[in-house]
């Protein structure tokens, strides 16, 4: 650590994270799910230097004559990568439409940090480095020259995704997000594609270590946060901040918004963490509140319908118990609580790009890093996989909600087996 990223560590706005957990509910879940954004936030600045500096390695005529550029683009990427995440709402990704409003997002607020929050900009100055350059590669507008820094903060194989499927699966006891780091960490190249700008570039032997990346990012989302009970938890929570809306209660977050004017009053933001909203929580169990008793673990909501996989089948017999939920006297968001989410195993979906570049080009150093094609035209795996994403659908049921549910249960399965008695007499 050099001394800036330190101070920055110090201050409140940094050591807030160590109060917003990283996987919120799935403690739940994962009894040891305990870790917060702040070990992630260092996390991936250390798997940004690992990538970054294993590029330079298998890329060494990039520092020739440049080692001053080098070393600034090092620290700019450092300092992206320890603040991505400080703009972070309490508990949940779902928490951002409440406290921040539709189209606004986490990394706005970080970059609104990055640029506002005194120690913050003045350490990144003192290393010659603006802050509008750092808050820039957090979804930002890039220049030319930085756009290929944003590659390891927030893309498909960036060190933020590098970083919590290791550390993820590891607090929460689990194998499903493991992948060989260090395998993975030096497959990536730096090349200059027809239009003369730099591009990523994967190494031909390295695939399978890119490929495994992948599979454990894909099984890991579905075994961990698209866990059925955790998801379950998500959708009262967001129930829960549409009942705290409504009543003008929400917890106070220092945040403002109006339009796209973003304003922070740091004295308020800083105390703004997981144990503000809690704190709100369990003054509304103690008042009757159903959705804070449900967070608070006194309750639960009860999952009747969950698959898996796409099929005609499955979505008429989704619609159908949805229907059914009604009929009985049950209201949607109320009673009863639907998920309806695509999964996918990764987000390549072309071979090439607007432009005609190989859209994550492959290289083979025995032919002198000659670009072979996309990923897509060597790995059987991805290719096979593309647009193909996982469907989940769920239905969850209150407690109370569980008599009148197993009546639309059993008048489901009597449309289900008409269905197939009417198929069976068509065939």
Not at 73 to 102: I, V, W, Y
Not at 331 to 340: A, C, M, R, S
Not at 373 to 379: N, P, Q, R, Y
Request: net charge neutral; charged share 30%; hydrophobic share 35%.
């Amino acid at each position: 650590m050099t001394e800036s990223e330190l101070s920055i560590i110090d201050t409140p706005v940094f050591q807030r994270l160590r109060r917003i957990g990283q996987l919120a509910f799935t403690k739940y879940v994962y009894p040891t799910a305990e870790h917060s954004r702040f070990v992630h936030s260092l996390g991936v600045l250390q798997a940004a230097t690992n990538i970054f500096e294993e590029v330079l390695r298998f890329n060494p005529e990039l520092q020739e004559g440049n080692e001053k550029d080098v070393l600034k683009n090092l620290q700019t990427l450092r300092f992206a990568a320890l603040l991505h995440d400080t703009g972070h709402m309490p508990l949940s990704h779902a928490a951002e439409k409440f406290f921040l409003g539709e189209g606004v997002s986490h990394e706005k607020v970080s970059r609104y940090i990055i640029r506002k929050f005194s120690t913050v900009a003045e350490e990144i100055q003192k290393n010659d480095i603006s802050p509008d350059t750092v808050a820039n590669l957090l979804n930002g507008k890039q220049t030319r020259s930085i756009a290929i820094l944003k590659k390891f903060i927030s893309d498909e194989f960036d060190a933020d995704r590098a970083d919590f499927l290791l550390r993820d699966s590891y607090f929460c006891g689990v194998k499903y997000g493991e992948y060989d780091y260090i395998r993975y960490a030096g497959s990536f190249r730096l090349i200059e594609n027809e239009n003369g700008e730099r591009a990523f570039a994967i190494e031909k032997g390295n695939l399978h270590a890119v490929e495994s990346f992948l599979l454990a990012r894909y099984h890991y989302y579905l075994q961990v946060p698209f866990h059925r009970t955790r998801r379950g938890y998500d959708l009262v929570f967001e129930r829960y901040l549409q009942d705290l809306k409504e009543r003008d209660c929400l917890p106070e977050s220092g945040i403002k918004i109006e339009g796209s004017r973003l304003e922070i009053d740091f004295d308020k933001f800083q105390l703004f963490d997981d144990y503000t909203v809690f704190e709100q929580i369990k003054k509304d169990m103690s008042k009757g509140n159903p959705w804070a008793k449900i967070l608070m673990r006194q309750d639960h909501v009860h999952p009747v319908f969950d698959v898996e996989k796409e099929s005609e089948g499955n979505e008429n017999d989704f619609l159908d118990l949805q229907e059914e939920l009604d009929h009985v006297g049950l209201k949607k968001n109320q009673d009863y609580f639907v998920l309806d989410k695509k999964v996918e195993v990764h987000k390549i979906l072309e071979k090439s790009d607007e432009k005609g570049e190989s859209v994550y080009p492959v290289v083979d150093k025995a032919r002198d890093h000659k670009v072979m094609g996309s990923i897509l035209d060597h790995s059987s795996i991805l290719e096979a996989t593309r647009k193909k994403p996982a469907h989940l659908r769920r239905i969850y049921v209150t407690t109370s909600s569980m008599p009148k549910a197993q009546k639309a249960l059993d008048s489901l399965k009597q449309t289900v087996l008409a269905r197939e008695k009417r198929k069976k007499g068509g065939a």
